[in-house]
């Protein structure tokens, strides 16, 4: 099973909505009580707390501010729903033993809120080889009085040492550097994108060639009324039939190479 982030983002608050029951009545059809946990890499290390139990067909949702005694809020909490106890201390990510679904995913509810409103997706991480690199691309930028953008690049890995590399963001159209920003593991990094002077018709490219991320595109209005959260897609989810990771490596290096 995989992981779910509390997550973070400027004038907002994170939460999670953990579900004790697979979305398919195909999968996973064992109903059993499962330990809540959250985890964080801290010192080199993966830290682990229990935080009680969901039955089965349970749902509950814990906010930052239920953990921030455990962890301080430089760390990036990943909560998950294990068959058994976690041990408290461990040098790989912690494995749940429970069991998972493919179509869909197992996911949870991942939200943020500010004073005024609030807005979420249907998501979970898994680990990332730290072999990995990023191509995407950036079509959800707001534009509109008061309107912030922001990206926010997510990553798990399953080593808790702490490691950072940089993402680069071009116009891409014309494959201009708009530009350059280090980018953490085991976090979820957040870039401001009104500073780099995109238009309504620009389409952004974001690339990372040594650490992979789910890409988050993050919009509020100054006032926290109006929040708007979207993701984007691996490109082999965009490939159909024969060999899409296959497919996924030729983009990559053609965008890649367009930009070097």
């Given at each position: 099973m995989s992981y779910y982030p509390i997550m973070k983002a400027p004038g907002c608050k994170g939460w999670v909505t953990l579900c004790n029951f697979p979305p398919n009545n195909w999968e996973a059809r064992r109903?059993?009580?499962?330990?809540?946990?959250?985890?964080?890499?801290?010192?080199?290390?993966w830290r682990t707390e229990n935080i009680g139990s969901l039955k089965s067909g349970a749902i509950r949702t814990i906010a930052f501010e239920e953990i921030s005694g455990l962890i301080s809020t430089e760390s990036m909490p990943f909560l998950s729903l294990s068959a058994t106890r976690l041990a408290p201390k461990s040098v790989v990510l912690p494995e749940?033993?429970?069991?998972?679904?493919?179509?869909?995913?197992w996911r949870s509810t991942l939200g943020l809120s500010s004073a005024l409103s609030s807005t979420s997706y249907q998501g979970e991480i898994d680990p990332f080889p730290i072999t990995g690199s990023l191509l995407t691309f950036g079509p959800f930028i707001q534009f509109?009085?008061?309107?912030?953008n922001y990206l926010i690049l997510l990553n798990l890995e399953k080593s808790p040492i702490a490691r950072i590399s940089e993402v680069d963001i071009f116009d891409s159209n014309k494959n201009v550097l708009k530009g350059t920003f280090e980018v953490r593991?085991?976090?979820?990094?957040?870039?401001?994108?009104?500073?780099?002077?995109?238009?309504?018709?620009?389409?952004?490219?974001?690339?990372?060639?040594?650490m992979v991320f789910i890409p988050l595109y993050?919009?509020?209005?100054s006032d926290g009324?109006?929040?708007?959260l979207e993701?984007?897609?691996?490109?082999?989810?965009?490939?159909?039939?024969?060999?899409?990771?296959?497919?996924?490596?030729?983009?990559?290096?053609?965008?890649f190479s367009k930009v070097e």
């Open positions: 109903t059993l009580e499962k330990f809540v946990n959250v985890t964080w890499s801290e010192g080199g290390i749940l033993g429970v069991a998972k679904t493919n179509i869909p995913a509109g009085h008061k309107v912030e593991n085991n976090d979820a990094t957040i870039i401001k994108l009104d500073d780099l002077g995109f238009n309504p018709t620009d389409l952004p490219l974001i690339i990372c060639r040594s993050f919009s509020k209005t009324l109006s929040l708007s993701h984007t897609h691996p490109p082999a989810s965009y490939l159909l039939y024969g060999k899409r990771w296959g497919g996924q490596k030729l983009l990559k290096d053609l965008w």
